[in-house]
């Protein structure tokens, strides 16, 4: 059974840095598309990175520039660095991933193996 488990979220302060990390087990995420989403309380989850096997990845556009997302696979690690953080920013934020994926990579429901989440708080 595949497990995803976020670490990394925590309460920083606008314009300061987070890196959250996404280990995986129980499958080799090799050839997996993997990627960061985040919700707040009311509002659907929304796509702000992915990463495909390759190592293509593909940003929002409230992130771009601000955000890196980074891979592993070695040590089956999916990486988000969060520079510039922005009190918007603040969310939970989950790690997916996707065995296939067809046409928009940052939709919810193209991924079917989800982590727990772990909290993001940026103050202003």
């Known amino acids: 059974q595949v497990q995803l488990e976020e670490s990394g979220g925590g309460s920083v302060k606008a314009g300061e840095s987070l890196r959250l990390s996404c280990t995986a087990s129980?499958?080799?995420?090799?050839?997996?598309?993997l990627a960061w989403f985040r919700q707040t309380p009311g509002k659907e989850r929304e796509g702000v990175a992915t990463?495909?096997?390759?190592?293509?990845?593909t940003y929002a556009d409230s992130v771009e520039g601000r955000f890196n997302i980074s891979r592993d696979n070695a040590k089956e690690t999916l990486f988000l660095q969060m520079n510039s953080l922005k009190p918007e920013d603040t969310a939970m934020y989950y790690c997916?991933?996707?065995?296939?994926?067809?046409?928009?990579?940052?939709?919810?429901?193209?991924?079917?193996?989800w982590g727990q989440g772990t909290q993001v708080t940026v103050s202003s």
């Open positions: 997916a991933a996707s065995a296939f994926v067809i046409g928009d990579p940052l939709r919810p429901s193209q991924y079917d193996n």
């Open positions: 129980g499958y080799n995420p090799t050839f997996y598309c």
């Open positions: 990463i495909d096997f390759e190592g293509v990845a």
